[in-house]
């Protein structure tokens, strides 16, 4: 796909409903000589019930949007929605709020709370809301992540793939419309970071959970329906149903050319 055109037709989703849209989306630091755009006019849909992996170059753009498309930076000029609700319309506290009742997040840096238990940190947003859990629903995602028999461990008696699968697990007990990941296996081993992606493949399969995870693996975006691909703050090209092997040759036209053909 060309990036010659100033407006790039929407890449829509796989699915009848979105549950996050970007229209138009620009993100813009600085002014002047300093001036650096980091997403150029963004056009994208994430279906519910899909997972979508986000790659690029460095400086692509990939983080910059799912912080934007996630509520946790603003945007320049154009859209970003969840569901039918438009992020720009919204104060500091219906912003918070909505972060908290539809977005779950998934960070490298698990971002647990080291005197809480497992079950603590994992119901901890929900705590906060003074909402009581769903104690079915907590113990399916429990069963999906596989941390049976380890909710009474603080973080310091988990392994960094526990202690992630916990992070996993806290994203997805508040059922959020949506769940930004944002490189959640970068500071894990191979074997746990494989097992981290099949748990959110499951959360998908399983439990219809909506997941966006920037990556910059081939391997991780192997388990995703659908990959979008940025560079230069615009999207040039997606790939659906993809492999490893597939991703990596596209990323290699990024390395030659600087975009994809």
Not at 220 to 248: C, I, K, S, Y
Request: glycine fraction near 10%; charged fraction near 20%.
């Amino acid at each position: 796909m060309s990036q010659a055109a100033a407006a790039p037709a929407p890449i829509h989703a796989p699915a009848s409903a979105a549950a996050a849209r970007a229209t138009g989306l620009s993100k813009v630091y600085g002014s002047g000589e300093t001036r650096v755009v980091a997403l150029d006019s963004v056009s994208v849909e994430f279906g519910r019930g899909h997972f979508t992996a986000i790659m690029g170059p460095s400086g692509s753009g990939k983080s910059t949007l799912m912080h934007c498309m996630a509520g946790l930076d603003s945007v320049s000029s154009g859209s970003a929605r969840i569901g039918d609700t438009e992020l720009a319309g919204l104060d500091d506290r219906r912003l918070t709020r909505l972060r908290r009742d539809k977005i779950g997040f998934v960070f490298q840096a698990f971002n647990l709370l080291p005197t809480l238990t497992a079950y603590e940190n994992i119901t901890l947003p929900m705590a906060i809301a003074g909402r009581r859990p769903d104690q079915a629903w907590v113990s399916a995602v429990v069963r999906t992540v596989g941390l049976a028999g380890r909710l009474d461990h603080r973080p310091s008696q988990l392994s960094g793939g526990q202690q992630q699968r916990v992070a996993v697990a806290r994203a997805l007990a508040s059922r959020p419309e949506i769940v930004f990941a944002d490189e959640p296996t970068g500071n894990l081993d191979s074997r746990a970071g494989a097992e981290i992606l099949g748990f959110l493949r499951e959360s998908v399969r399983e439990l219809g959970q909506t997941v966006v995870m920037v990556t910059h693996d081939p391997v991780a975006a192997a388990h995703a329906d659908r990959v979008v691909f940025l560079a230069d703050g615009r999207l040039t090209d997606e790939l659906l149903a993809p492999t490893a092997e597939r991703v990596l040759d596209r990323m290699r036209l990024f390395d030659a050319t600087g975009r994809t053909s």
